[in-house]
């Protein structure tokens, strides 16, 4: 129940994305027959996302890195000894897992061709999506954080 309650906020991205797929599969079907020669081709989207993903990914480690520039302040030290500065750091460290495998997929996209182009498109957008959610409530425990420094 404890990884429940800690973990609702991963869970609830992770539902959210499996909801998005499961419509966006049963709208186009499992195998997606893509136009070639248009801007919404699969490898525009994925050049796209992966780029998105690796930017993001960036500010997010330099994030964490200021954070922890700012160890010696009241409010981080308070973080320290109430436990919330790891569980902050883990989660961190989760949403750039999810932005690293967003940017893998989104590189072996530009690489597959169909019928397994339309199952690694699936799974990055799988990956975007829960990464995005996820960065949503990190980005506001960065303002908190940063706002009260």
Same mark, same amino acid.
């Given at each position: 129940?404890?990884?429940?309650?800690?973990?609702?906020?991963?869970?609830?991205?992770?539902?959210?994305?499996?909801?998005?797929?499961?419509?966006?599969?049963?709208?186009?079907?499992?195998?997606?027959?893509?136009?070639?020669?248009?801007?919404?081709?699969?490898?525009?989207?994925?050049?796209?996302?992966?780029?998105?993903?690796?930017?993001?990914?960036? #500010?997010?480690? !330099? %994030?964490?890195?200021? @954070?922890?520039?700012?160890?010696? $302040?009241? =409010?981080?030290?308070?973080? *320290?000894?109430?436990?919330?500065?790891?569980?902050?750091?883990?989660?961190?460290?989760?949403?750039?897992?999810?932005?690293?495998?967003?940017?893998?997929?989104?590189?072996?996209?530009?690489?597959?061709?169909?019928?397994?182009?339309?199952?690694?498109?699936?799974?990055?957008?799988? #990956?975007?999506? !829960? %990464?995005?959610?996820? @960065?949503?409530?990190?980005?506001? $425990?960065? =303002?908190?954080?940063?706002? *009260?420094?």
């Amino acid at each position: 129940m404890k990884f429940l309650a800690r973990n609702k906020t991963l869970l609830f991205s992770f539902l959210i994305s499996v909801v998005v797929c499961g419509v966006l599969i049963n709208y186009q079907g499992v195998i997606v027959d893509f136009k070639d020669g248009g801007q919404n081709t699969p490898y525009e989207i994925a050049k796209l996302i992966s780029s998105i993903s690796g930017t993001i990914l960036g #500010f997010l480690l !330099t %994030a964490v890195a200021m @954070l922890t520039a700012v160890m010696d $302040r009241k =409010l981080v030290e308070n973080m *320290r000894k109430t436990g919330h500065y790891r569980v902050f750091i883990v989660d961190c460290f989760i949403n750039c897992f999810l932005l690293l495998w967003t940017m893998v997929f989104g590189i072996i996209t530009l690489f597959t061709v169909n019928p397994y182009l339309s199952y690694v498109f699936y799974i990055m957008i799988f #990956f975007s999506i !829960t %990464a995005i959610l996820f @960065l949503i409530t990190q980005g506001h $425990r960065f =303002l908190l954080i940063f706002t *009260r420094i």
